[in-house]
C-alpha cells in the first residue's frame, strides 16, 4: 500500500509554502512543488519560488528545474511528482506536495483526460493569437502536429480550434493521439491528504499588494531583463507568467511604473480568484478557512491534527 502524502492546494500569495515548511518540520517531511511556472529557472522572484530563508532548511524539490524554454505537460509533471514521492518515501520522509495549478493537482488525483484539461491564462493567450493572428495561421499550425484532427475542425469553428491547441500545448499530444488513449487514470494517483487553504478575498488582496511590493524591491525588473539578455524568446511557454508582459512592456517604454504595478495587481487577483473558484470544487480532506494572519498561523496545526487521524 502506497504511503499517504499530504498536498497543500490554494491560490497564489495565501501562504501554502509557510504551512508546508512548518508541517515539514513537525513530521519529518520534504516539500515538492507542484507549480506550472515555479518549475523554471532564471524566473525566482517573478515566480515567487520558496527562498533559502523561506525553506528553513527543509529539503524543496521540482523549483527551478527546467529551462524557461523547455515545455512540460501536466501529465510528464504528474510524473515527475510521483517519483519525487517514491524517492521521498524510500528515505522514510513525508512527502508535502505545495501548490495552486490546478491543472496539475487534478493529473496527480485523477490523471489525464478531456475535462481536466483546461487552463485559463492558455486559453486567453490563444485566444489572442487568434484575434491578431487569424484562425487561418493557427488551423495550419493544427494540421502540421495532427492533420488527421484538423481536418474535422472548420476555420469558423474558433472554440473547437482553441480547445485543440489548448489541448497540445497541456499535454503535450496531439488531440487526436489524446483522445485516442484518454482514460480516467483514477486506480494509479498517487494517495494523498488534501488540505485546501481557503482565504477570504480581502484579506488575500492585501497580501497580493504587498507580495508584489517585495518582488519588486527583490528585483523581479532586472530578473526578467536578464532572462532577455540570456536570449529566451519573449514567447517562450513561462514568459506568459503574470508580470512578465507587463514588465516586458515597461522595458519597452509602453508602460510606466505605475500603470504596470496596477496591471499586474489587477491580474494576479483575477488569477487568484479563479484558483478558488477551481479548488472550491475539487475534493479536500480539510479546509482551513483564513480571514487573517492568526488563521494562517494556525493553518498547520490544524492539518497536522487532521492528517494524523488518518494514521494507523
Not at 515555479?38 to 529551462?67: D, F, W
Not at 486567453?124 to 488551423?139: F, I, N, P, Q, Y
Request: hydrophobic share 35%.
Amino acid at each position: 500500500m502506497k504511503s499517504l502524502s499530504i498536498c497543500i492546494v490554494g491560490p497564489t500569495a495565501v501562504g501554502k509554502t509557510g504551512v508546508a515548511v512548518e508541517i515539514a518540520k513537525r513530521l519529518g517531511g520534504e516539500v515538492i512543488g507542484l507549480d506550472s511556472r515555479q518549475i523554471y529557472r532564471h524566473m525566482a522572484i517573478g515566480t515567487a519560488q520558496p527562498t533559502e530563508k523561506e525553506q528553513h532548511g527543509i529539503s524543496h524539490h521540482l523549483y527551478g528545474v527546467r529551462e524557461p524554454g523547455e515545455r512540460i505537460s501536466a501529465g510528464e509533471y504528474s510524473h515527475l511528482v510521483e517519483k519525487k514521492v517514491n524517492e521521498i518515501t524510500s528515505r522514510g520522509n513525508l512527502s508535502i506536495i505545495c501548490g495552486g495549478s490546478g491543472l496539475y493537482f487534478r493529473a496527480i488525483t485523477k490523471g489525464i483526460f478531456e475535462d481536466s484539461t483546461t487552463d485559463l491564462i492558455v486559453r486567453e493567450k490563444l485566444t489572442k493569437r487568434l484575434e491578431k493572428e487569424g484562425a487561418d495561421v493557427l488551423l495550419t499550425e493544427l494540421k502540421k502536429v495532427d492533420p488527421e484532427y484538423a481536418e474535422i475542425v472548420h476555420p469558423n469553428n474558433h472554440k473547437r480550434l482553441i480547445r485543440a491547441l489548448e489541448i497540445l500545448e497541456l499535454t503535450g499530444s496531439p488531440p487526436t493521439e489524446h483522445y485516442r488513449r484518454q482514460v480516467e487514470a483514477t486506480s494509479n494517483s498517487l494517495p494523498l491528504f488534501v488540505a485546501y487553504i481557503h482565504p477570504e478575498m480581502e484579506w488575500l488582496e492585501k497580501r497580493v499588494c504587498r507580495r508584489i511590493d517585495e518582488m519588486f524591491a527583490d528585483g523581479w525588473i532586472d530578473e526578467v531583463k536578464a532572462l532577455l539578455e540570456k536570449g529566451f524568446s519573449r514567447k517562450a511557454h513561462p514568459m506568459d507568467s503574470v508580470g512578465y508582459g507587463e514588465i516586458m512592456s515597461h522595458l519597452d517604454d509602453t508602460l510606466d511604473f505605475d500603470e504596470m504595478v496596477a496591471q499586474i495587481n489587477l491580474r494576479t487577483r483575477q488569477y487568484a480568484k479563479r484558483q478558488k473558484s477551481w479548488f472550491n470544487k475539487e475534493k479536500s480532506d480539510c479546509v482551513c478557512l483564513i480571514s487573517n494572519d492568526e488563521d494562517l498561523r494556525k493553518a498547520s496545526s490544524l492539518i497536522v491534527e487532521m492528517y494524523e487521524q488518518t494514521r494507523p
